[in-house]
């Protein structure tokens, strides 16, 4: 059956950086599009990131361009949420979600089209 499970979240100070982890079992990550989505206290869910299943590219919110790097390390099963340069406003609950259907280009960043999530990593950033 299909699990995720995140991990690497935790406390660092602004402008520092944290890996997060999502680990896949019951399926391999490339076959589903996989998202790093957010939720910070009393506000909606919303996209950070996602990849491809069929061709591994990548996308992004405004807000994290440049900042977070999403990856794939098939080996492992594991997809990856690179962080840098965080700010506070980054402080959210972390989830990652799976998504089977085909996308012409670019996956979504958009929380439903994602149907299966993992429990979320609290990630705070603050001084």
């Known amino acids: 059956q299909l699990q995720l499970v995140e991990s690497g979240g935790g406390l660092v100070q602004p402008g520092g950086s944290l890996r997060l982890s999502c680990a896949a079992s019951?399926?391999?990550?490339?076959?589903?599009?996989i998202g790093w989505f957010r939720q910070a206290p009393g506000k909606e869910r919303e996209g950070v990131s996602c990849i491809s299943k069929s061709s591994s590219s990548t996308n992004y919110v405004d807000s994290v361009k440049g900042r977070f790097t999403i990856s794939r390390d098939n080996a492992k099963n594991t997809v990856y949420l690179q962080m840098n340069s965080l700010k506070p406003e980054d402080t959210a609950v972390y989830y990652c979600?799976?998504?089977?259907?085909?996308?012409?280009?670019?996956?979504?960043?958009?929380?439903?089209?994602?149907?299966?999530w993992g429990q979320g990593t609290q990630v705070t950033v603050s001084s």
């Open positions: 979600g799976t998504s089977y259907r085909a996308f012409q280009l670019m996956c979504p960043v958009t929380p439903y089209e994602y149907d299966f």
């Open positions: 019951g399926f391999h990550v490339s076959y589903y599009n």
